[in-house]
């Protein structure tokens, strides 16, 4: 799961989605570490991908707090938050509260 998890990131970074994919990426990372898993080459180049893209929207402070944070949850939350259905219908993402989950209340519906 994990690695699957660090690839989903990267589509995620493209369509700007970057709190997302910044917690994605940190949990999966994070799982691999732990559990001592050998790392693909796809997990390689979605880390690197994952990682310009955020770089280049966000800066470094905001960037490491958002890799923090999904290293700090355990990665079966995290890909659920990242996958469900909660994100703001205009796109937007979460990423200038790093520590602040959209929920589905929060969301207006029509």
Known sequence: MASSAIIIAWPLAQRGQ????????????EFQKTAGATREWMDHASEAAVSDILHHELDAKNV??????????????????????????????????????????????S
């Open 64 to 109: 490491e707090a958002l890799f923090e944070e999904g290293r700090s949850r355990p990665l079966e939350e995290v890909v659920r938050d990242a996958l469900s259905d909660t994100q703001p219908r205009d796109g937007s993402d979460d990423t200038n509260h790093p520590g602040q989950l959209q929920h589905e209340s929060s969301v207006g519906h």
């Open 18 to 29: 970057l709190g997302r994919s910044a917690r994605l990426l940190g949990a999966g990372l």
